[in-house]
């Protein structure tokens, strides 16, 4: 069996540790997982084996949740982050990291986040996961993807206030997003010759310059020299005419200039499969699409299947890279 997944617990107080649960249900016979968190935070119920290797989590995963056990020091309260858990929720994510750039796991899939609780309670000084773990991982530049049957999304910038997005995009940074992208498509998602759409700025993607210049002074200059190098890119195109069938079947992945822009179709699309890749480390790191979902956390209605896609995805970019 392949080496586990280091799965991050993320928020206690919200359905991390419940999709954690019901994700090593489901896989327990097919991806094996190392589980990082404070077990009394596991639902009620929940077979979990203390281990102490990830070695014997590939062992133990059979027939309980491996736990490599930290103790946040306090009990979980589905829906109200608890401030003191704040740094152990990052050490967590640290933790996972040291297992996948020694070798022992093969991936990182990590639980949802609750960005405000972090920065309250431990002065969190990344706007998410994707710039911690750039930072973690020595890369320039992470690049931030949502990957689902349906679509394949990339934001050109990730979680900064609308209005600093113009200033935000530059010729660079939008280079850089479109080669991670590209590179990951043929190393990691097997397609050899990736089609890439991006989108505009603006509405009509500026209409000739009408409804805004940054397609014209940015966008359109960036696609042209990397056409010039042989990528098949279309675009600037109209965000909102980009996504509806006929247009999806002509790319494999979307590039989008701002957050919403891209994450509102996708996860219209697919919010229950749409897992989160970060593109661009030196190791593989995968997320479910939503977040700490407070206002059910507790009741066991959370929904486990983006957390399960996630874990798939990282064992098969896995097998893909390292053949395990
Ligand atoms: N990778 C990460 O760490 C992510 C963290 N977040 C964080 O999560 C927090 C809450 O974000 P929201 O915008 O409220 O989005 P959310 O995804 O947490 O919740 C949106 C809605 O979807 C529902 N939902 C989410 N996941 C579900 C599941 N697995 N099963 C059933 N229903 C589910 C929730 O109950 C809620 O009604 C924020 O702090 C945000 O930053 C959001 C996205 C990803
Ligand atoms: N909206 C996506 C999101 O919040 C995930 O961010 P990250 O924690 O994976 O950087």
Request: glycine letters at 10%; proline letters at 8%; charged letters at 15%.
């Amino acid at each position: 069996m392949m080496r586990p997944i280091a799965v991050s617990c993320g928020e206690p107080a919200g359905i991390g540790p419940e999709i954690a649960a019901g994700a090593w249900a489901a896989l327990r016979d097919t991806v094996p997982i190392l589980w990082i968190g404070d077990p009394a935070h596991l639902p009620e119920g929940t077979p979990w084996q203390a281990v102490a290797s990830a070695d014997q989590a590939k062992t133990a995963a059979a027939t309980a949740l491996p736990v490599l056990a930290q103790d946040f020091g306090a009990p979980r309260r589905p829906g109200t982050p608890d401030p003191a858990h704040a740094p152990h929720v990052i050490a967590a994510i640290e933790a996972a990291v040291r297992l996948v750039d020694s070798g022992d796991c093969a991936a990182l899939c990590t639980a949802p986040i609750h960005k405000q609780a972090l920065i309250d309670g431990a002065g969190f000084a990344y706007p998410g996961h994707t710039e911690f773990l750039a930072h973690l991982g020595g890369a320039d530049r992470a690049v931030m993807m949502l990957a689902s049957d349906a679509l394949r999304v990339v934001p050109a910038t990730i979680h900064i206030p609308l209005a600093e997005v113009p200033q935000a995009l530059s010729a660079r940074g939008l280079t850089d997003t479109i080669l991670i992208t590209h590179a990951a498509l043929i190393r990691d998602f097997g397609i050899p010759a990736p089609r890439m759409a991006v989108a505009g700025l603006n509405p009509h993607a500026g209409e000739g310059g009408k409804i805004g210049r940054e397609e014209i002074e940015m966008i359109t200059p960036v696609l042209d020299a990397l056409r010039a190098e042989g990528l098949d890119i279309a675009g600037p195109l109209s965000a909102d005419t980009m996504f509806h069938g006929a247009a999806r079947a002509r790319y494999d992945v979307a590039i989008a200039m701002y957050h919403d822009q891209a994450l509102i179709p996708i996860k219209t699309l697919a919010f229950d499969e749409g897992v989160n890749v970060t593109l661009g480390l030196p190791f593989i790191r995968t997320s479910p699409d939503h977040g700490t979902a407070f206002d059910i956390a507790g009741t066991g209605t959370a929904n486990p299947a983006s957390m399960i896609a996630a874990l798939r995805m990282a064992a098969r970019m896995a097998e893909a890279r390292h053949g395990r």
